[in-house]
């Protein structure tokens, strides 16, 4: 499956943004997704994850009530809505596929990775 990450941006702290990622080549639905980021100088981090039927949903904690993960497998696209945003949300995004139900929060499980957004939060 292929992957493309877009939506990214300069936003101002407290602003929001959507990521989206539209995925190509495989059945969408037969996949579970996630969202990662790497700020610059530190380690690839998990953000949020969803199953393939979009039932499941996880975040880290440093995003949980600020961000939202979606999907919808009609359109083979799935979603990262980023509200309260903060400097420290700065970071490269990338969408990831896993082939399953079910997500996992480590980003070595996921097989397929789009090409990341860049999300820059000014204070």
């Known amino acids: 499956v292929q992957l493309q990450a877009s939506g990214g941006g300069l936003v101002q702290a407290g602003g929001s943004l959507r990521l989206s990622c539209a995925a190509s080549?495989?059945?969408?639905?037969?996949?579970?997704m996630g969202w990662f980021r790497q700020a610059p100088g530190k380690e690839r981090e998990f953000v949020a994850a969803?199953?393939?039927?979009?039932?499941?949903?996880d975040y880290a904690d440093s995003v949980k009530n600020r961000f939202t993960i979606s999907r919808d497998n009609a359109k083979n696209t799935v979603y990262l809505q980023m509200n309260s945003l903060k400097p420290e949300d700065t970071a490269v995004y990338y969408c990831?596929?896993?082939?399953?139900?079910?997500?996992?929060?480590?980003?070595?499980?996921?097989?397929?990775w789009g090409q990341g957004t860049l999300v820059t939060v000014s204070s």
């Open positions: 080549g495989r059945t969408f639905s037969s996949y579970a």
């Open positions: 969803i199953s393939w039927t979009g039932g499941s949903t």
């Open positions: 990831a596929a896993r082939y399953g139900t079910m997500y996992t929060v480590a980003s070595n499980s996921y097989a397929y």
